[in-house]
T-cell receptor, first 113, second 112 residues
Framework: GAGVSQSPRYKVAKRGQDVALRCDPI?????LFWYQQALGQGPEFLTY????????KSGLPSDRFFAERPEGSVSTLKIQRTQQEDSAVYLCASSSQPNTEAFFGQGTRLTVV | GESVGLHLPTLSVQEGDNSIINCAYSNSASDYFIWYKQESGKGPQFIIDIRSNMDKRQGQRVTVLLNKTVKHLSLQIAATQPGDSAVYFCAENMTGRRALTFGSGTRLQVQP
């Protein structure tokens, strides 16, 4: 596609529910990133993939967060047993090569009630 | 859509004026810097980047200046337009690390 696509656009989850957020990066992009953006703050790094390999997951806040990119294209961020503090916008970005400009999707707004 | 940057520092300029948005970065090992624009309800949009071997880079109506001595980055927007109103983030990338570290952002308001 023309840009990074994320779905769903909005997600409301009850506390304790599991959620799965999808990212379709720009076709052919090797690098894929997930970021979390709380209201009024800049995006914070969660995890990074180079093709299908998850090379950095140092930003994942707890073991309830899990990300995968099994075929090196589409990625899914899964949050288990959601908590209210997980409410945020989850942004996906991709780049053609490491350390080049990263293009962001519009994000998924997660609200945990 | 949701608001971005409810409590961010704000720069207000008149339409047609030049804008300068500043950013201090903390890590001297950072070697790649990007400015992003984020409108309400949207993801960050790439504006311009610069590598640490450069001091200045120009794009269309935008210029980024990098001062490595004081670890300072600035974004200059010429002839600011109402469509430039958004939150602007600087982001840095440390050598050997893939992830970007974002600053706290500045809201730019353009008055007609």
């Amino acid at each position: 596609g023309a840009g990074v696509s994320q779905s769903p656009r909005y997600k409301v989850a009850k506390r304790g529910q599991d959620v799965a957020l999808r990212c379709d990066p720009i076709s052919g992009h090797v690098s894929l990133f997930w970021y979390q953006q709380a209201l009024g703050q800049g995006p914070e790094f969660l995890t990074y993939f180079q093709n299908e390999a998850q090379l950095d997951k140092s930003g994942l806040p707890s073991d309830r967060f899990f990300a995968e990119r099994p075929e090196g294209s589409v990625s899914t961020l899964k949050i288990q047993r959601t908590q209210q503090e997980d409410s945020a916008v989850y942004l996906c970005a991709s780049s053609s090569q490491p350390n080049t400009e990263a293009f962001f999707g519009q994000g998924t707004r997660l609200t945990v009630v | 859509g949701e608001s971005v940057g409810l409590h961010l520092p704000t720069l207000s300029v008149q339409e047609g004026d030049n804008s300068i948005i500043n950013c201090a970065y903390s890590n001297s090992a950072s070697d790649y810097f990007i400015w992003y624009k984020q409108e309400s309800g949207k993801g960050p949009q790439f504006i311009i980047d610069i590598r640490s071997n450069m001091d200045k880079r120009q794009g269309q109506r935008v210029t980024v200046l990098l001062n490595k001595t004081v670890k300072h980055l600035s974004l200059q927007i010429a002839a600011t337009q109402p469509g430039d109103s958004a939150v602007y983030f600087c982001a840095e990338n440390m050598t050997g690390r893939r992830a970007l570290t974002f600053g706290s952002g500045t809201r730019l308001q353009v008055q007609p």
